[in-house]
């Protein structure tokens, strides 16, 4: 990372990131040798990343022919409006996760019920799933990221323009908020 005081050097403030957001991008190898990038939802579970897919498509095609990817997760927290003087003055102020790993089809069934607990946990906190019928089983993918780096990233401001911005984000306010 180039500019090392927007690291969060906090592993704790990563993992809260990647349990909180909701959409993470999947980059992955298109067959035309092009990146290609897939919003989706995913969960985080003991250090890896998990998600579901059908059993056909470009993301398993990808990953079929090279395991390696990049994830990212952001979460915007306000937008600094600039001023009549100085318009330029407008920022973003926000946190993101970006890991690299490789993924892999999950085949065994103790883990995919394990990832899917994980997703309906994280989307659905209000329900409790144990059993899913092996019909669903057979056709749902579950792919796991294990990562092999990772680096978060924050912009907070200085000053007052911090203290808001840590108020904003222990306030529960829906993200992002605008400032000025």
């Known amino acids: 990372m ?9 592993a704790d403030v990563i993992i809260d990131l990647l349990k909180s957001c909701h959409v993470g991008r999947l980059g992955t190898m298109g067959s035309d ?3 290609m990038v897939k919003p989706l939802n995913f969960a985080w579970h003991e250090g890896s990343i998990y998600f579901h897919c059908a059993l056909e498509g470009e993301k398993l095609e990808d990953i079929r022919r090279d395991s390696r990817v990049c994830f990212e997760v952001d ?3 306000a937008y600094v409006k600039g001023t ?7 920022e973003y102020l926000y946190r993101s996760v970006i890991l690299r790993g490789r993924d892999s089809l999950v085949e065994s069934r103790a883990e995919k019920v394990l990832a899917l607990n994980a997703l ?3 989307y659905q ?9 092996e019909e669903k089983l057979d056709i749902t993918g579950i792919v ?21 911005a840590l108020r904003i984000l222990n306030s529960g306010e829906v993200l992002p908020v605008v400032i000025g």
């Not at 180039?2 to 906090?10: C, E, P, V, Y």
């Not at 009549?84 to 407008?90: D, K, L, S, T, V």
């Not at 912009?155 to 911090?162: D, R, S």
Request: proline share 9%; glycine share 10%.
């Open 33 to 35: 040798g092009w990146p």
């Open 120 to 122: 309906m946990h994280k």
């Open 144 to 164: 796991r990221i294990d990562i092999e780096d990772m680096c978060g990233k924050e912009e907070l401001g200085k000053g007052e323009m911090q203290a808001q």
């Open 84 to 90: 009549a003087e100085n318009p330029c003055r407008a």
């Open 75 to 77: 979460l915007p927290i």
């Open 2 to 10: 180039r500019k090392q005081n927007k690291r969060i050097t906090d």
């Open 125 to 133: 906190p209000e329900g409790e799933w144990r059993d899913y019928p």
